[in-house]
Each structure stands twice: as C-alpha cells, then as structure tokens.
C-alpha cells in the first residue's frame, strides 16, 4: 500500500471508529437507563420520607401507649388504697374517687389517640408499600435496559476494537513523520486531517484550489497541504496530461 492509499484509508478507518463510538454512547438504552436512574433517585427519596414518617408514627404510638400504661398503673394504686379499706375518712375517698375517675378518662383519651395513630400509621404503611413496588418495579426495568445495552453495546465494541486493531495496522504502514503530522492534524481539526483532491477541490474543506497548486500536486509530491483549511492534501489517483 503506497502511502497516500494509506494515509487515506487511515483517516477513513478513524471516522469509522469516531462514528461508531459515537453511536456506542448515544445508544437509546444507554439514555433510558439514566432516565429511569434519575426517577428511581426521586422515588427513593420519597421512600425515605414514606420511612421517617411510619417510624414518627410509630415512635408516637409507643410513647400513648406508655403514657397510657403508666395512667393504668396509677388507677391501679389508687383503686388499691380505696379497696384496702384503711381510708374511712369519707373525704379523702371522695377525692380518691374523683381522682380514678380523672385518670381513667385521661386513660381513654391516650388509647382514642393510639387509635387515631394506628389509623395514620396504615395509611402511612400502604403508602410506603406502594413506593417500595415502584422502586423494585424499576430495578426490574434498569436490569433489562442493562442486559440489552450490553448486548448492542458489546456488538458495537466487538466492531471498534476490530476496527481499532486494523488502524493499528494502517498507520504502522505510514512514515512516522507523517503519522505524527496526522495524528497533530487530527487534534487540531475535529478529528478530520486529511482531504482528498477531487477535481480542483480539497475534499475536507471543498474549497477550489489554485490550478498552480492543483499542477503541482498532480506532478510533484502526491501528498500536499491544503493552502485553506490546511490539512493534509491527497492526490489518489495521478492525472496524467
Ligand atoms: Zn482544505
């Protein structure tokens, strides 16, 4: 292979693999996975809320209930002095009696309040389940866009790293000096450094060269410069007057 077959076939096979990479990574499997990532972020962020209020709630139902076990304890006691039968004075029973009976309606107030906790905390449960379905749901569904990504994606790369290995080849077929002015041609002009002469036009930036230019091209060196867009310049096939 002469070196402007090379040179040209090289550049070619890098805006192959630029091409594929890029549909490697704009992949529509690829974007719905971050998608949904991000939603699956968002639910579980309302999992967590869904989570501190069932404990709030829960938290709320101990403390009632403690309150209310303390409240029973005291009725209890109480009920105990009336029934020892030590009291006689009639007063301090009365007072006792009161008492009980202030005490057992603060014990129903605290089980109303268990009760109406309770409510809440089912509600707050089902809603918590709900979420938690979602987010499993969706685990379900980033597997699945997974597997297929890796599927097209690993036919993608199986073609780069083919396409990487036959590049190799190319440019190990080309004069180091201008496989380091491609290579810097490469860097500085978007990936594209070399323009093939088609007619009188440079084939990257299409622009009419000189017929000077064009003369001494078609003679002298069959790889040139492009005096526009300066980029390496290819004659492929030598026109002979
Ligand atoms: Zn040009």
Not at 107 to 116: G, Q, T
Not at 181 to 199: M, N, P, T
């Amino acid at each position: 292979m002469d070196q402007p077959t090379a040179l040209v076939a090289l550049s070619d096979k890098d805006l192959e693999i630029t091409r594929a990479t890029k549909r490697l990574d704009e992949l529509p499997e690829k974007h719905a996975i971050l998608e949904l990532r991000h939603k699956l972020r968002e639910v579980e962020g309302l999992a967590e809320k869904a989570a501190q209020y069932v404990g709030g709630l829960e938290a709320a139902i101990r403390r009632a209930e403690d309150e209310a076990a303390m409240i029973s304890a005291k009725i209890v006691a109480e009920q105990a002095k009336v029934d020892s039968g030590a009291i006689d004075n009639h007063k301090e029973l009365q007072g006792l009696s009161r008492e009980i009976d202030s005490l057992s309606r603060q014990k129903d107030k605290k089980e109303n309040e268990v009760l109406a906790v309770m409510e809440k905390l089912e509600a707050g449960k089902a809603q918590a389940e709900k979420i938690a379905e979602t987010i499993a749901k969706g685990r379900v569904k980033e597997q699945q866009l997974i597997a297929r990504f890796q599927e097209v994606g690993s036919e993608l790369q199986r073609d780069i790293d083919r396409m990487q290995r036959e590049r190799i080849s190319l440019a190990g077929a080309l004069d180091p000096a201008l496989l380091a002015r491609y290579e810097a041609l490469r860097a500085s002009k978007h990936g594209l450094a070399v323009g093939v002469l088609q007619g009188s036009m440079c084939g990257a930036c299409r622009i009419d060269l000189p017929a000077g230019r064009i003369q001494a091209l078609n003679e002298g060196d069959p790889i040139g410069e492009c005096p526009s867009c300066h980029r390496l310049l290819v004659v492929l096939h030598r026109e002979h007057s």
